[in-house]
């Protein structure tokens, strides 16, 4: 995205990064396309892996450094440009969309296109900052929705995603999901100036029932389907980005399927071990 230099960050491939996780995800897949690289980190490790990468990325400085390491680089606007005729004649082997898709208008558009790109049996790899983050939650409890420079607040985010809308993007363009990854940050540790002195002990502990209260990302894993994926039905961003109730009666849809649960939710007992130690700086 513009300015992608601030995006640059050194990735160690075995550990518990959104980043990380990603390329484990994709392995050696063969040929690979990436969307929104930034300058490269992801690109290097995925071609020392022995993947033939094509990146499509909207900074031109950035798309100058993964061209380093990529087969091809495009450079161009995932919200303006149609890949299926930038990239035509294509196919490949995998997808990664490593937290850009939240940077984009319509994110249900450039993941159909990009998805009708992989072969039948593909894997599509889609990493998404959590919105229902308890940081989150904490500032909107003092009326704060403060942007920053980088992170789940990060001043060019335009979409804003749960477990369950990450879910319903994905099936709305016809993936099969495999498997869903968490990246999980305690309480007070993101760049939103959340305190524990800032809430009560009781509206802590009922915020860390929700299981996914401490997930800062989702790495959602999926695959194509045998046929191929499906033409993009019409209401596809309102399916895409509405609740069931409300696309399906927009767009005269088929209901969409139901989300992987997430983990259980911890007993209030639980929740309260998990507060004491997050007070004390743990993780």
Request: hydrophobic fraction near 45%; include cysteine.
């Amino acid at each position: 995205m513009t300015d992608a230099s601030r995006y640059f960050q050194e990735i160690d491939p075995t550990d518990d990064s959104a980043h990380s996780r990603v390329l484990r995800a994709i392995g050696r897949a063969g040929r690979v396309l990436e969307l929104g690289p930034g300058p490269g980190h992801v690109t290097e490790l995925l071609a020392a892996a022995g993947n033939d990468v094509t990146c499509v990325e909207l900074d031109a400085g950035a798309a100058a450094s993964a061209r380093r390491f990529a087969t091809r680089v495009e450079v161009a606007d995932l919200d303006v440009t149609d890949l299926t005729t930038l990239l035509a004649g294509e196919i490949f082997d995998a997808l990664s969309a490593a937290d850009v898709l939240e940077h984009l208008r319509h994110p249900h558009r450039t993941l159909h296109q990009a998805a009708s790109l992989v072969r039948p049996g593909g894997t599509v790899v889609v990493s998404l900052p959590n919105v229902a983050h308890v940081d989150i939650r904490l500032a909107l409890l003092h009326g704060r929705w403060d942007y920053k420079e980088h992170g789940l607040l990060d001043l060019t985010h335009l979409r804003f995603f749960t477990r369950a809308s990450a879910v319903r993007l994905l099936h709305a363009v016809g993936l099969e999901i495999t498997g869903i990854d968490t990246v999980e940050w305690a309480p007070f540790t993101t760049n939103l100036g959340a305190s524990p002195t800032d809430v009560p002990a009781d509206v802590l502990d009922r915020i860390l029932a929700d299981p996914d209260a401490t997930t800062l990302q989702f790495v959602l894993m999926a695959t194509v389907p045998a046929g191929g994926l499906p033409p993009a039905p019409p209401g596809l961003e309102a399916a895409a980005l509405c609740t069931h109730g409300v696309y399906g009666e927009f767009a005269g849809l088929p209901p969409a399927p139901a989300a992987p649960p997430a983990p259980a939710a911890p007993t209030a007992t639980t929740a309260a071990t998990s507060r004491r130690r997050f007070r004390r700086g743990g993780s």
